[in-house]
């Protein structure tokens, strides 16, 4: 019975603690994301362990008629209360640090890409022949929409979180373990990067069209002088015209 009531306002009130409900350190660390995720997990496993057994001695105390039962039972009911709301702030906090880790993490492929692409997009002189310049500007616009892509897969990853950051409270929540936890500092972090990566898009963007005109460009001279040649080659040579003439010249006097 003292182990009963020794340990349950203990865990009530690590699961009530208001510094458990600031999940903004963690939605910061998204590199360590997988850290922070199995300390938790780990103390939680051992906490519901612990509910578990004090549970189960309430139950009992309470079935086999403790001069307390009333007592216990306030005791469980209250501990079951707090369990589910810890629980259900856990599930949150969970699921933020998991969009956290995708975010930072295709944000930090991007931007590490970011000088490789922009050698891509400028390096090489511009290729001769006409079959060369297809193939270089097929290559350009496949690169284009890699980057595309993953500069619209970290845009929507980083929305997506920001929106969960800055939801409002609904009535349900506003007794909620995480009702008060304030993700400021991680939502101007969130749209530090946010605005870094959009940056090196326009970036990106800029060097690729520069290249793209003078593929394009190249590619017109080519299809021009192809004509010109076309053209030139249905005509005879100047020196043979002139023979002809003279002897068509010559047959008329």
């Avoid at 949150?92 to 998991?98: D, G, P, V």
Wanted: glycine share 4%; charged share 20%; proline share 3%.
């Amino acid at each position: 019975m003292r182990q009963l009531f020794s340990d349950s306002p203990l865990l009530c009130w690590s699961t009530a603690s208001g510094e458990e409900t600031d999940l903004s350190p963690c939605v910061n660390m998204g590199h360590s994301h997988f850290w922070v995720l199995w300390v938790w997990l780990t103390h939680v496993k051992n906490a519901y362990v612990n509910i578990n057994r004090i549970m189960s001695v309430a139950s009992r105390l309470s079935e086999a008629g403790h001069y307390a039962s009333q007592q216990i039972k306030q005791i469980s009911t209250q501990l079951d209360q707090e369990w589910k709301s810890f629980a259900a702030a856990l599930d949150e906090r969970s699921t933020i640090l998991a969009m956290s880790a995708v975010f930072h993490q295709k944000a930090e492929q991007f931007l590490s890409g970011v000088d490789a692409w922009c050698k891509m997009c400028s390096e090489g002189g511009l290729p001769s022949e006409m079959q060369d310049l297809e193939l270089a500007i097929h290559h350009h616009q496949s690169l284009y929409e890699q980057v595309t892509q993953a500069y619209t897969e970290v845009s929507q990853d980083g929305k997506a979180l920001l929106d969960v950051l800055q939801r409002p409270l609904s009535p349900g929540n506003s007794e909620s373990l995480t009702a008060t936890a304030n993700y400021s500092k991680a939502v101007h972090q969130v749209l530090d990067v946010v605005h870094e990566v959009l940056h090196h898009q326009r970036r990106l963007e800029s060097i690729w069209q520069h290249r793209k005109v003078r593929l394009h460009q190249r590619l017109q001279l080519c299809v021009f002088q192809q004509d010109v040649q076309q053209v030139t080659d249905c005509f005879p040579e100047p020196g043979i015209c002139l023979r002809q003439a003279g002897r068509w010249h010559k047959s008329l006097t």
